[in-house]
């Protein structure tokens, strides 16, 4: 069955520093998310990206993040200036609509660690 | 706004008895509800999902889901419980109007005691 595969698995990162996640959804996918779970907490969104472009945030998800599909397969989220309360995992997740019924199949997850 | 809430930390189950992990919903209009769960250092695994119809969902490993919309309770259940399911639930709901942002309750840990 066609997964979603996230690199790395573990991220240490010195606070202030810039961190790229990397996904690489399901091929005929077409809907990408990126959710994080914070140690012990829920896991809660933030932001879905279709088209080329952000199709929903979160409040969360300002202006120090950000998400790209450089090439054909790749996803990637941006964290620009990292701090503290940045350590989380970070998931991955696609799907085939994202309206209707289709549901989001996640990655294994980045774990970031902010030093 | 959409929340769900699952009053249960952990539930603790003997293996072969039935299980259940509650979940209760709020979303205004229709609602997609799913299960997800995770196991130690793993991503979310799809289980089950409530769309439309029937309101007993069956999805994968022998889980079960009942969709009560008065009580607004998406209750995932399982008839036998087995060690191999002690892991993390997750439900989560998702608005059908269009709005791709799914919710996740805080999850509900369940042990499965041999």
């Known amino acids: ?115 | 706004a959409q929340s769900v809430a699952q009053p249960e930390d952990q539930v603790n189950v003997a293996e072969g008895n039935p299980l259940t992990v509650k979940c209760t919903y709020s979303v205004s209009g229709n609602p997609y509800l799913f299960w997800y769960v995770q196991y130690p250092n793993r991503g979310l695994q799809f289980l089950l999902k409530y769309i439309t119809g029937d309101n007993l969902v069956k999805g994968s490993y022998g889980f079960e889901a009942e969709f009560n919309k008065s009580q607004t309770s998406f209750h995932l259940k399982k008839p036998s419980a087995l060690v191999s399911d002690s892991a993390l639930y997750f439900c989560a709901v998702r608005h059908s109007g269009g709005y791709q942002k799914v919710t996740f309750g805080t999850g509900t840990k369940l042990q499965v005691i041999p």
């Open chain 1, 1 to 115: 069955e066609p997964e979603v595969t996230q690199t790395p698995s573990h991220q240490v990162t010195q606070m202030g520093q810039e961190v790229i996640l990397r996904c690489v959804p399901i091929s005929n996918h077409l809907y990408f998310y990126w959710y994080r779970q914070i140690l012990g907490q829920k896991v809660e969104f933030l932001v879905s990206f279709y088209n080329n472009e952000i199709s929903e945030k979160s409040e969360i998800f300002d202006d120090q993040f950000s998400v790209e599909r450089p090439d054909g397969s790749n996803f990637t989220l941006k964290i620009r200036s990292t701090k503290l309360e940045d350590s989380a995992m970070y998931f991955c997740a696609s799907s085939y609509e994202g309206i209707g019924n289709q549901p989001q199949h996640f990655g294994d997850g980045t774990r970031l660690s902010i030093l």
